[in-house]
């Protein structure tokens, strides 16, 4: 007589096989955008992490680093996506981003014409030149996902992710972002210069085309979506928990700093530490993860004291992380080993 199945154990293996399907998604994809933006590994795990989380990224480097690039593969490496870019510049209206209504001769009524934000993937290049109410009218599509024009509110698409691009050697003619759309980035990144031999491999790769031609996609946006709701079921510690709301609340006791991170920040650096958790093939959060992402989750949303300048030795100075943990030190008792790796 066979023995009954244990449901536990039928329950684990659908749990086992379900944590590998997610990492192999995320896999999949996070190895297509490396065909074309080169030894970038970590930067772009970190704009997958955004991207598992439904946030909007800032990326702010010097010309020339394949910021553009990176958008335009990330859009070619979904397949069903829909792509649209922003180049900004000092005339640009609010409309231009958000669309406007027309009126319709032949029907004698309006219709409204969407602009280029109703889409999945956005690139808003250069984002710094744009004038503050054009920045504003961004403001409403990162926060709440919908567009609000002429008093009816419009849904965006799903998934919908923003990469903003910044020059921060642009001085003239550009205006800073407000405190409260910084906020409203989930993360802030550079990519930087290539290593020497990576830069070779570039040039060589676009001796008769660019690579972008020949990308395909690796992943729908039906299998994105799966892993973004699976990002919701990573399990993370209550210390942990408590280490992040910590880690946040230090931020607004560090010295120099006029207003610390916002509840904001706290939700993105849980969420964030579940979904590159997931990026690592693990079912659990660890200490580490929560630790890579203080930085670039939470620099961008302190408000420094206009008097506070970093000395002429200011490489040797503590990261935002090491002063953070002199506040809020790590948990002494985190969760043991993964039980199940994927």
């Given at each position: 007589?066979?023995?009954e ?6 329950l684990?293996?659908a749990?086992?096989e ?10 999949r994809?996070?190895d ?6 080169r030894?970038?590994r ?5 704009v997958?992490?955004?991207l ?8 702010e480097d010097?010309?020339g680093?394949a910021?553009t690039?990176l958008?335009?593969a990330?859009?070619r ?13 000092p005339?640009?209206?609010p ?5 406007l209504?027309?009126?319709?001769q032949?029907?004698?009524e ?6 280029p934000?109703?889409t999945?993937?956005?690139l ?22 919908q567009i609000?024009?002429?008093g009816?509110?419009r ?10 691009t910044?020059n ?5 003619g ?5 405190e ?15 290593q ?8 060589r ?12 996609p690796?992943v729908t946006v ?5 892993v973004?709701r699976?990002v919701e ?15 946040v609340?230090?931020?607004?006791e560090?010295?120099?700093?006029r207003?610390?991170a916002?509840v ?10 579940r ?19 203080v ?5 961008h ?8 300048a970093?000395?002429?030795?200011a490489d040797?100075e ?10 809020a030190p ?13």
């Open positions: 007589m066979s023995a199945p244990d449901p536990a154990r039928s684990a293996r749990e086992a379900a944590g590998e399907r997610w990492y192999a998604i995320s896999s994809l996070l297509n955008v490396e065909k074309v933006v030894g970038k970590a930067q772009l795990e970190l997958l992490c955004a598992l989380c439904n946030g909007h990224v800032l990326l010097v010309p680093t910021k690039v958008a335009r990330i859009a490496s979904v397949e069903g996506a829909s792509a649209s870019r922003i180049q900004c510049t005339d640009l209206q409309t231009d981003v958000t669309g209504s027309v009126y319709n032949k029907e004698r309006f219709e409204f014409q969407p602009g934000v109703f999945n993937i956005l808003v290049d250069e984002i710094n030149r744009a004038m503050p109410k054009t920045q504003s009218a961004l403001l409403e599509a990162m926060a709440e996902r609000t024009v002429d009816e509110s849904p965006l698409p799903a998934p919908f992710l923003i990469l903003a910044e921060p050697l642009d001085h003239e550009v205006f800073p972002l407000p409260a759309q910084l906020d409203r980035f989930f993360l802030k990144a550079s990519l930087g210069y290539p020497p031999d990576e830069e070779l491999e570039i040039v790769a676009q001796r008769h085309e660019h690579p972008l031609s020949s990308l395909t690796a039906a299998e994105l979506q799966e973004q699976a079921d990573v399990y993370i510690e209550t210390s942990l928990q408590r280490w992040v709301i910590d880690l609340r230090a931020t607004r560090l010295p120099g700093v207003i610390g916002s904001r920040g706290s939700l993105a650096l849980e969420r964030g530490a979904a590159l958790a997931l990026l690592g093939g693990r079912d659990h959060v660890q200490p580490a993860d929560v630790e890579r992402l930085e670039p989750i939470l620099s949303r302190l408000l420094l004291e206009h008097v506070f970093h000395s002429a030795g040797e503590p990261s935002l992380l090491e002063r953070c943990l002199e506040l790590r948990p002494s008792a985190p969760r043991p080993s993964a039980p199940r790796p994927v």
